[in-house]
């Protein structure tokens, strides 16, 4: 996945958590071809970036909201850490997100996305 400005999967956890401290490795820097050339340049040859944009759609902000709090691996990873009180604050948080992508036929965006193929040497 991409680090989109506008991501209701993200944004939430950085409104209430903070942003993740700075690191030399996060996943979505796969989506940087010149990154990703380099990290696989000692192994791999033809190196081949697909970009593209996944379309989330639910029936409702409650459809959206169960599917962060009850299926989606990294948000649940960080909801069963936290107290009561801030859980709370984060899943309303997801709620504000999606009630910003709500329209007559639910909630719609994008997400960024990266294929990354390449041949071993």
């Keep these: 996945w991409g680090r989109d400005t506008d991501n209701p999967f993200f944004n939430p956890i950085v409104e209430v958590l ?7 490795y996060s996943p979505d820097q796969w989506g940087q071809p010149d990154t990703a050339r380099a990290r696989l340049a000692a192994d791999f040859t033809d ?8 379309p989330w759609r639910f029936p409702s ?12 691996p990294m948000p649940l ?7 009561d009180a801030t859980r709370t604050r984060l899943v309303a948080a997801f709620g504000a997100a999606f009630e910003a ?14 294929v990354v193929t390449a041949r071993r040497r």
């Design 61 to 72: 902000v409650q459809q959206a909201v169960r599917f962060i709090t009850r299926e989606s």
């Design 47 to 54: 190196v081949h970036i697909e970009r593209g944009v996944h």
């Design 18 to 24: 903070g942003p993740p401290p700075p690191a030399s």
């Design 101 to 114: 992508h709500t329209g007559p036929d639910g909630v719609e965006f994008g997400a960024s996305y990266a």
């Design 77 to 83: 990873d960080i909801l069963g850490r936290l107290d």
